[in-house]
T-cell receptor, first 112, second 109 residues
């Protein structure tokens, strides 16, 4: 069982470059999330999609956009990367909102 | 702003020792989830507690939700190297899930 798959695993960007992080789940979950994890700050919610066709801002949405492409896929886009966006990004999904989240293995992003 | 504070931040112990990790808030949560995260991986859910005073056991791990649903603890008996990882609590509110900052546990053989 694949669970939650996110790509790429590692990425290095220069300031101002753009990129999209991809996420797909195969558990028929309704809700999907993007978090970032920084040392000493825990997991912070960037954007979430409670169900297919909806997206909402989380705690730290500035500088990011998302697309819920279908029930399986939820992508995160950085339009103009900044060094402050250096972090580890996790995609997660759950059957019901905020209950029993399943996480991907993360994307380590460095912005130089 | 709802905050979840975990203590201690870091814990290094020898195999066989017991330990307790705390998760505290001034806010009431409808539920409390505990996750473990290993290096290079995403967090994995260990347990969810929903009732004030609830105690759940998972082999050597005992989870407790405070009576007032503002705090929780995780007790590990006879820790093993395989317990090494980052332990995260997450409190469920009306429309959000708040993660604590984590306790990094290292168990030496």
């Amino acid at each position: 069982n694949a669970g939650v798959t996110q790509t790429p695993k590692f990425q290095v960007l220069k300031t101002g470059q753009s990129m999209t992080l991809q996420c797909a789940q195969d558990m028929n979950h309704n809700s999907m999330y993007w978090y970032r994890q920084d040392p000493g700050m825990g997991l912070r919610l960037i954007y979430y999609s409670a169900s297919e066709g909806t997206t909402d801002k989380g705690e730290v949405p500035n500088g990011y956009n998302v697309s819920r492409l279908n029930k399986r896929e939820f992508s995160l886009r950085l339009e103009s990367a900044a060094p402050s966006q250096t972090s580890v990004y996790f995609c997660a999904s759950s059957l019901r909102m905020n209950e029993k989240l399943f996480f991907g293995s993360g994307t380590q992003l460095s912005v130089l | 702003t709802q905050l979840l504070e975990q203590s201690p931040q870091f814990l290094s112990i020898q195999e066989g020792e017991n330990l307790t990790v705390y998760c505290n808030s001034s806010s009431v949560f409808s539920s409390l989830q505990w996750y473990r995260q290993e290096p290079g991986e995403g967090p994995v859910l260990l347990v969810t507690v929903v009732t004030g005073g609830e105690v759940k056991k998972l082999k050597r791990l005992t989870f407790q939700f405070g009576d007032a649903r503002k705090d929780s603890s995780l007790h590990i008996t006879a820790a093993q190297p395989g317990d090494t990882g980052l332990y995260l609590c997450a409190g469920g509110a009306t429309d959000k899930l708040i993660f604590g900052t984590g306790t990094r546990l290292q168990v030496f053989p």
